[in-house]
Structure formats: structure tokens, C-alpha cells
């Protein structure tokens, strides 16, 4: 069963950068999809970015467009989210998942389903 463990968060001020790291195991992973989602504290989770099987095609939710970047590397099993230009309302708890056959933006779309795991926090604040 495939299973990620997400690292790379931490306390950044307003305009810093993170990247965040999700590496998986039980499985390769250049046969899904896969997303980062976030949760914000009292609020359901959200997709923030996804990414095909291949890297050939990303989504990006709105408020991340031109900010965050996230690539994979399949031979790595790891997909990495880079973040900069950071914002307070960034704050939020960071997990990853995957699914298989599904294009970036119905994954990022989706949250029902998803066996969430320990995410990774991310604090944005002066």
C-alpha cells in the first residue's frame, strides 16, 4: 500500500520560501498522480497543486499560481513542492496523496477518499 511521509515544514516569515518534500513508499509512483493538499486549522483540506504520472501536466490552485511549484521525481519516488513568496494565510498543515487515471485538476478537486497521513506544518508569520 502506498504510504508518504511529508517533511520540510517549519516557521518562515512572510515572503520566505519552503520545500517541501514527499517521499513514498509501498509502491513506485510513476503509475499515479499526485497531490499536495493543504488544511488550514478548523477548515477541510484543499488541493494546492497536483501533478501527472509523467510530469507532463500540473495544476495549481489559484492562490498559489505563480508561487508554488512542484515537480516529481519518479526514479526518487518524491514529489516536491517549492513555496516562496510566502503569505500568513499559507499557515496550514501540508499532506500528499495519489490517485491513479486521474488528470491534475480533478485531483486537486477532490479530497473525499484520501487516507490523510501526518502532513508536514507549515507556519507563515513575522
Known amino acids: 500500500q502506498l504510504q508518504f511521509v511529508e517533511s520540510g515544514g517549519g516557521v518562515v516569515q512572510p515572503g520566505g520560501s519552503l520545500t517541501l518534500t514527499c517521499v513514498a513508499s509501498?509502491?513506485?509512483?510513476?503509475?499515479?498522480?499526485i497531490g499536495w493538499f493543504r488544511q488550514v486549522s478548523g477548515m477541510e483540506h484543499e488541493g494546492v497543486s497536483c501533478?501527472?504520472?509523467?510530469?507532463?501536466?500540473?495544476a495549481y490552485a489559484d492562490f498559489v499560481k505563480g508561487r508554488f511549484t512542484i515537480s516529481r521525481d519518479n526514479a526518487k519516488n518524491t514529489v516536491v513542492l517549492q513555496m516562496n513568496s510566502l503569505k500568513p494565510e499559507d499557515t496550514a498543515v501540508y499532506y500528499c496523496?495519489?490517485?491513479?487515471?486521474?488528470?491534475?485538476?480533478?485531483?486537486?478537486?477532490?479530497?473525499?477518499?484520501?487516507?490523510w497521513g501526518q502532513g508536514t506544518q507549515v507556519t507563515v508569520s513575522s
Open positions: 496523496a495519489a490517485r491513479r487515471n486521474f488528470g491534475p485538476q480533478r485531483m486537486c478537486g477532490m479530497t473525499n477518499g484520501i487516507d
Open positions: 501533478i501527472t504520472s509523467s510530469g507532463a501536466a500540473t
Open positions: 509501498g509502491s513506485t509512483l510513476d503509475a499515479y498522480t
